[in-house]
């Protein structure tokens, strides 16, 4: 298991931003280079949700809740992984989890997790 630790959470007022970091200290940048990445989230009575995925050619996949306003990126040199986050909702409200893929070309990644970190969005 490879462990990924996000951090970037917190509260904000509605139509504010935040950025999310996924940091993955355990693998060298050659590996990290080689996943596919993403974050997810389950608010209160929905089902989990891939929110954004990156494959490690930089192709992208966003849940239709978020197209236009969440963006992922990655840095390669940095093995870091980005989720911003504008324009965000009392919806929006849950946790987001990290997550990596050892096929670097798939955009639905669920081989390692991390633990989460709090976003909450006040209207």
């Known amino acids: 298991q490879e462990r990924l630790v996000e951090s970037g959470g917190g509260l904000v007022q509605a139509g504010g931003s935040l950025r999310l970091s996924c940091a993955t200290p355990?693998?060298?940048?050659?590996?990290?280079?080689?996943?596919?990445m993403g974050w997810y989230r389950q608010a209160p009575g929905k089902e989990r949700e891939l929110v954004p995925s990156i494959t490690k050619g930089g192709n992208t996949n966003y849940a239709d809740s978020v197209k236009g306003r969440f963006t992922i990126s990655r840095d390669y040199a940095r093995k870091l992984v980005y989720l911003q986050m504008n324009s965000l909702r009392p919806e929006d409200t849950t946790v987001y989890y990290c997550?990596?893929?050892?096929?670097?070309?798939?955009?639905?990644?669920?081989?390692?997790w991390g633990q989460g970190t709090q976003v909450t969005v006040r209207g």
């Open positions: 997550a990596a893929d050892r096929d670097g070309n798939n955009a639905v990644p669920n081989d390692d």
């Open positions: 355990r693998i060298i940048t050659s590996v990290f280079n080689s996943r596919a």
